[in-house]
């Protein structure tokens, strides 16, 4: 129904274009001739056309904005001639910070940022690896003003002529054979760019073992500096000078992912920022989300959250959990394995309502006893996570206390109705809710965020900039500070609500109506 609507309205909308074009033509050929008599004509045939949904609800948004601002003179002007490109690794969360870290990169090699498409998450259900051009994720006339750019798209470079490496693909300097995924994403990498690394000479294949890419590897593949973790520069060292001593023209940058070390801050206005933290900063500053995904955000939050609010993102997948839990691990991995293990879903719920009565006045501007709460989760904790929603509002509404909760599942129906005949949205559903979640999430006026998630992380780097870093709590240590096994614990009365909750939940238990699959990496 609503999708239908919206059909129309996009082709009304366009020839309403082409007809006020045509006709603002003839009006000034005709009015030369025949005077203002025509005028009035076109706007009465402008208000016929111009239904009231056309003021109401948004229509497509522009996505390219590859070549806007194209002039710009940049902050850090790089040598026109030399070029690097970023190879990402992994997932989305991964390659934006991936692309961070190439930007300090360029700027300290001073070599123009080709930048080729990003790629879609092996969850996505497009398929993974699939190109996603680099304006649907990115701010590109902000990152114009930071350094020069150019795009793969271009064809300036057909080739590597030399692959920088922070990260190698064997997994140890011995092995013989690469990591299959790896050379998977270069080869995924090729086809995006038409950028060729790989070696594709079958004949010789023991030689393509021992030298798989076409041009030089610094350092070479089989150097332990690349094993574990990879290389590790820091801002000011000029390591990266020497280790990169190059001058050939085309070269990549292979798997940067945390090599490149970003200072942490805890405040980026109020404290003075050593040059190292403003260097970073700034590149964070210059690499957010496009301006589209900022608008349908700010017309769904105008629209479905329009007070503060908490954001909350859970992304501790029961199955993927389980699996990383049911090998021993050590540190702070070891520590969440062992809060997921004893936290059911009653637990968290538990943990959530404790937290918000007792830290209820940290928002302010919300009626008294309320609270307003977007929780992000990935499809297969949905439903989990509903429950979780469902028992906390219960508890909640047994101390007098009034929580909303809107969600992915919102943000998706809300797209979908508004967006679902643009292209960006058919081609690129899941990134776009993930983006536009991202930007949610950035925004919130408190943030409950998951540790160990590349998600969570870059959020939290965006909303250092706007000086939230005390306004947010990771989701583990809610549940050790709040939970049940947290000291002083005795809040019985609260437990029997979650009983009486959790009965009738298991009666209305319905399948999660939960169809798409968001990007959380
Ligand atoms: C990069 O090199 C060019 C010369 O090609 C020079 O003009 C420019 O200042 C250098 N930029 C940086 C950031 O070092
Ligand atoms: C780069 O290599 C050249 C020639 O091999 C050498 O003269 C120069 O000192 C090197 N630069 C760095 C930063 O290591
Ligand atoms: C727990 O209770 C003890 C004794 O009543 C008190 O001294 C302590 O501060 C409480 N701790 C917390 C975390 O509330």
Not at 83 to 104: A, D, K, V
Not at 197 to 223: A, C, G
Not at 248 to 267: D, G, H, I, Q, R
Not at 278 to 297: D, G, L, N, S
Request: proline letters at 5%; glycine letters at 4%; aromatic letters at 10%.
């Amino acid at each position: 129904m609503a999708r239908r609507r919206t059909v129309r309205r996009t082709v009304q909308k366009k020839s309403t274009v082409k007809l006020t074009l045509a006709l603002s033509l003839s009006l000034t050929l005709l009015q030369s001739v025949s005077g203002l008599a025509v005028e009035r004509k076109i706007d009465e045939s402008d208000y016929l056309l111009l239904s009231d949904e056309d003021f109401s609800t948004p229509s497509c948004p522009s996505i390219n904005q590859r070549n806007s601002d194209a002039d710009v003179e940049p902050l850090y002007k790089l040598n026109p001639k030399l070029f690097i490109t970023p190879i990402y690794i992994w997932g989305p969360s991964s390659q934006l910070q991936g692309l961070r870290e190439s930007i300090g990169v360029a700027i300290r090699l001073n070599r123009t940022l080709l930048l080729p498409p990003f790629l879609t998450h092996n969850s996505d259900p497009i398929g993974g690896d699939k190109a996603v051009p680099v304006d649907v994720r990115l701010d590109i006339p902000e990152l114009r003003k930071l350094i020069s750019i150019g795009f793969t798209d271009d064809l300036t470079c057909r080739q590597s002529d030399v692959v920088f490496s922070a990260r190698g693909i064997y997994q140890k300097p011995a092995d013989s054979f690469p990591m299959q995924e790896r050379v998977k994403r270069i080869s995924a990498f090729e086809k995006a760019t038409q950028m060729e690394v790989l070696r594709k000479d079958d004949s010789e294949s023991t030689e393509i073992l021992e030298n798989p890419f076409l041009s030089n590897s610094m350092p070479s593949q089989k150097s332990p500096k690349l094993s574990g973790a990879g290389m590790q520069f820091s801002y000011r060292s000029d390591s990266l000078q020497s280790e990169y001593n190059s001058t050939e023209t085309c070269a990549t940058w292979l798997f940067p992912f945390n090599n490149y070390k970003y200072p942490v801050v805890w405040s980026a206005k109020d404290t003075p920022l050593t040059s190292g933290e403003q260097f970073f900063y700034q590149i964070v500053q210059h690499t957010r989300k496009p301006e589209y995904i900022r608008e349908m955000a700010s017309k769904f939050l105008s629209e479905k959250l329009d007070s503060p609010y908490m954001a909350l993102h859970y992304r501790y997948d029961a199955i993927e959990w389980s699996n990383v839990c049911a090998r021993p691990q050590k540190g702070r991995k070891g520590e969440v394995c062992d809060v997921l293990e004893k936290t059911g879903s009653k637990g968290l719920a538990l943990s959530l309502s404790r937290f918000i009565l007792q830290t209820g006045a940290f928002m302010s501007n919300l009626p008294a006893r309320s609270s307003v709460i977007y929780v992000s989760s990935p499809p297969s904790e949905a439903r989990n996570i509903r429950e979780v929603m469902s028992l906390a509002e219960k508890i909640l509404e047994g101390e007098g206390w009034n929580i909303q909760i809107v969600s992915t599942l919102d943000t998706t129906k809300y797209l979908e109705e508004n967006y679902g005949d643009c292209g960006v949205l058919g081609d690129f559903k899941s990134e776009v809710i993930s983006l536009v979640e991202q930007e949610i999430a950035y925004r919130g006026d408190y943030l409950l965020f998951s540790e160990l998630s590349g998600w969570s992380s870059n959020v939290r780097k965006d909303r250092i900039l706007d000086d939230k870093y005390f306004n947010e709590m990771s989701v583990i240590k809610l549940v050790e500070d709040f939970g049940p096994a947290s000291p002083n614990y005795s809040q019985a009365a609260l437990y029997s609500k979650v009983e009486e909750e959790k009965k009738r939940l298991a009666v209305e238990r319905t399948p999660a109506d939960f169809g798409i699959r968001q990007l959380n990496s």
